[in-house]
């Protein structure tokens, strides 16, 4: 009986670049750079690295909203009123990015989402915390714990609006987890990201995010800066298929940020594509099946295999199909029987599970002594 691995070359192409991604340089303290329909990590730079957001917590804000809107406990049309407290931290008093709230005053959730998101209003945050928690230390326990639970390894929230606490402390990689979550959680919420300007008590103000306005594709999501974090940016860009997310922190100037920022997302478009190698249920292959009633099955992949790669280096990837053959009948349609693996130089390779792609019964007693006969004299050919 054969034991060595059966293998199969599939496909010769290119995964990822020739040179490293992280071989880019940034002059970003922090940065990530992920293709969110394959997971695929382009860049990164002290990805895990603790790191002060500043206003980009508000999108952890906006996401507990997102979530009471989606079970139904909350409404758009709700109203919270505005604290006093609320209106000294966060309001026009205070000198920090506000919503310019008065105290006293009933404002339905979706302004106040909008001052959240759009005028990045300390005051509008914690209105929302006081309205859902009673408190804003309270509420900032709870973005904590459903933060670990949504993914965001290394998140503490000490308040709801990113004022500088020295336990108040992410990572780029959580972030980019939060805005995938958002993204792909609350598509009917998602666009008041895209919001270029808001207007409440006859203040208009522009979005502080730069790239809203540079048409290349960018629909989301926040900005931040204190002196201590330096100017950051989470944004989601959109071109065709492919949507990409980019966390930058600890840049010198807002010129830099924008500047940065844009030519992350540029170099990701650029530079990387999504191509569907196999669609969910089909063959890729055959494998050679022992005292089976049919001498072969096919291998059928059970999901859509689509991977990022390089435009420059195509030629550096194989896609091969393993198992060890030939397989013992008898075979049950759907049990994973083989393996696609995925190579690269300089990436891990991609295993994904291939599984019979129909039943194979055992011969019969005579069939198995003349299959055996046959290997004896013949070596198991013919």
């Known amino acids: 009986m054969i034991t060595a691995a059966g293998v199969l070359l599939l496909a010769a192409a290119g995964l990822f670049s020739g040179r490293p ?10 940065a990530f750079l992920m293709d969110i329909s394959t997971g695929t990590v382009l860049f990164e730079k002290n990805a895990v690295q603790a790191m002060v957001p500043a206003s980009m917590s508000k999108m952890m804000t906006a996401y507990m909203v997102f979530e009471r809107l989606r079970d139904g406990s909350l409404s758009l049309d709700d109203t919270f009123a505005v604290s006093v407290a609320a209106w000294r931290k966060g309001g026009a008093r205070s000198g920090s ?6 105290p006293g005053e009933r404002v339905k959730v979706e302004d106040l989402l909008l001052g959240i998101i759009v005028q990045s209003g300390n005051d509008a945050s914690i209105v929302v915390a006081e309205g859902l928690a009673g408190g804003e230390a309270a509420f900032a326990e709870e973005m904590t714990r459903r933060g670990r639970q949504i993914g ?53 103000q522009p979005n502080r995010n730069p790239l809203l306005f540079r048409n290349i594709g960018v629909d989301g999501l926040k900005t931040g800066h204190t002196d201590s974090s330096g100017y950051g940016l989470v944004a989601a ?11 930058v922190n600890g840049l010198p100037t807002k010129r830099a940020r924008a500047r940065e920022s844009q030519r992350f997302i540029e170099w990701g478009f650029r530079e990387f594509g999504n191509y569907a190698l196999f669609k969910a249920g089909e063959t890729v292959g055959e494998a050679e099946v022992w005292l089976g009633q049919e001498t072969t099955v096919p291998l059928v992949i059970k999901n859509d295999l689509v991977v990022t790669l390089s435009r420059k280096a195509r030629r550096g990837m ?3 199909v393993r198992y060890r053959g030939p397989l013992s009948a008898p075979l049950n349609e759907g049990a994973a029987v083989a393996e696609l693996v995925v190579e690269a130089p300089g990436a891990a390779p991609m295993r994904l599970p291939l599984v019979a792609g129909a039943e194979v ?22």
């Open 237 to 247: 860009a959109k071109r065709g298929e492919r949507r990409l997310i980019l966390v």
């Open 152 to 204: 965001l390894e290394n998140s503490v929230f000490k308040n709801a609006t990113g004022w500088p606490h020295p336990e108040h402390l992410t990572t780029s990689r959580d972030l980019a987890v939060l805005a995938r979550r958002t993204i792909e959680n609350f598509p009917e919420y998602y666009h008041y990201y895209a919001e270029r300007e808001f207007t409440h008590n006859g203040i208009r």
């Open 318 to 320: 194989k896609v091969t």
């Open 97 to 102: 990015s506000t919503m310019f709230l008065e």
């Open 21 to 30: 991604a992280w071989a880019l340089e940034t002059i970003a303290r922090q």
């Open 361 to 382: 019964e055992r011969l019969g007693l005579i069939g198995r002594l003349g299959a055996a006969l046959n290997y004896v004299l013949w070596g198991g050919s013919g």
